[in-house]
Each structure stands twice: as C-alpha cells, then as structure tokens.
C-alpha cells in the first residue's frame, strides 16, 4: 500500500523569505499524481500544485514549485517570497495513476503547519 | 458562489443519535466523495460514488452510511454517532475520465460527538 509521510509537523518563516516543505512517499507504482493542498484557519482544501509522475520538468505555480525526485521519492514544496496569506496547513497527497487498484483514493500525509513571520 | 458545499458547518450532537451531513455541487461533476479528517492522520476516505447507481467504500466506511440522490447531490449519515467520530468531514468532487486528477473540496464540516 502507498504512504506519504511529511515529517515537518510544523515549520516558520521570516515574510518574503523563501520556505521548503518536505513530502516523501512510498510505492511500487511508476505512473501516479502528486499533490500539494493548502489549508487555512477557514478549513478550504486549496490545490496549490500538482505533478505528473511521467513528467521529469518540476510543477510551479507561481511563486509555488516543486523538486520532485522520482527515484528518491520525494515531493517537496518551495514557497518563495512568503507573504502572511501563506500560513496554513499544508498537505501532500498521492493519487495512483491506475484507477482501478488505487480505489481512486487520494493517499494523504498528516500534515505540515507554515507559520509566516512578519 | 461556491461550486461544492456541505450544510451544516458545524454541528454538536450525544452518543447514538442519528446524523446527516450533507453535499451539494454545481461543478456537474460526476464523481462525489467523502473523506474525514483527524489532527495529525491527514484525510481519510470514507465513501466514493461515480454516479448515483454507484457508491463505494472507502478506508473507513463502518459506521457511516452514504446516500446519492442525484448527481449534485451526496449525503453522509453516522446511524448511531460515537465520541471517535468527532471529526471534521470533508465532500469532494472530481470530473472523472482521463482528466480526473484534481479533487475539488467543500468547506467541511465540524462534528463533535459528546
């Protein structure tokens, strides 16, 4: 079965500095999606980024990108210019390519809180 | 106006009553979903259903029951509440095919169980 651990329960940055998240996973799947969410103190799931597996060029959104390592399994999250807007929750999620073993579920780390300096 | 929401927001209810937590969406998307998530445990994904004559269980699904009453329309009910339901639950929807790859959330909703 898949996991994602996000091992930064949570993390705080100076406003305007530049913010890393960090996100790894577990599968035996080569084709699947990757997804960054954001959630503020008013509890919305945002999409912040998102990533295909078969895609070698990193996602960016923004000032949102990603470092997505496939061989090492690792998703993370760069925040660059931070602005108090950002703090939130943060997830990273999972989303098996083949829908019919993946039960079309999304697989959801636990979480990392951004805090934002001012 | 938002494309997917949950009534209520917020809701305090005892042991062993009857809940109903309910979804609406005017995405016109045809797949619906219900996760619920816990402080540090992230989300959890308790019934799925790509139309209305197809509902499927998630990770979680005992004691918890779905109904889809149309395609806008996907209800989640807890027969007989317990303390460890207290949880904030989220509807999802996504389009389906071979462009279903972002899910689309309502604002949750707050359940505590005494």
């Known amino acids: 079965a898949q996991t994602v651990t996000q091992s930064q329960p949570e993390m705080s940055v100076q406003e305007a500095e530049t913010v890393t998240l960090s996100c790894t996973y577990d599968t035996s799947e080569s084709d699947y999606y990757l997804f960054w969410y954001k959630q503020p103190p008013s509890r919305q799931m945002i999409l912040v980024i998102r990533q295909e597996a078969y895609k070698q060029q990193n996602a960016t959104e923004n000032r949102f990108s990603v470092n997505f390592q496939k061989a090492a399994k690792s998703f993370s999250l760069k925040i660059s210019d931070s602005q108090l807007g950002d703090a939130a929750m943060y997830f990273c999620a999972y989303r098996s390519a083949n829908d019919r073993d993946s039960n079309y579920q999304l697989i959801w780390g636990a979480g990392t809180k951004l805090i934002i300096k001012p | 106006d938002a494309d997917v929401t949950q009534t209520p927001r917020n809701r305090i209810t005892k042991t062993g009553k009857r809940i109903m937590l309910e979804c609406s969406q005017t995405?016109?998307?045809?797949?619906m979903y219900w996760y619920r998530q816990d402080p540090g445990l992230g989300l959890r994904l308790i019934y799925y259903s790509f139309d209305v004559k197809d509902i499927n269980k998630g990770e979680i699904s005992d004691g918890y029951s779905v109904s889809r009453q149309a395609q806008a329309k996907f209800s989640l009910s807890l027969e007989s509440a317990i303390p460890n339901q207290t949880a904030l639950y989220f509807c999802?929807?996504?389009?389906?095919?071979?462009?279903?790859?972002?899910?689309?959330f309502g604002p949750g909703t707050r359940l505590t169980v005494l």
């Open positions: 999802a929807t996504s389009l389906g095919g071979l462009e279903d790859n972002e899910q689309f």
């Open positions: 995405k016109g998307h045809d797949r």
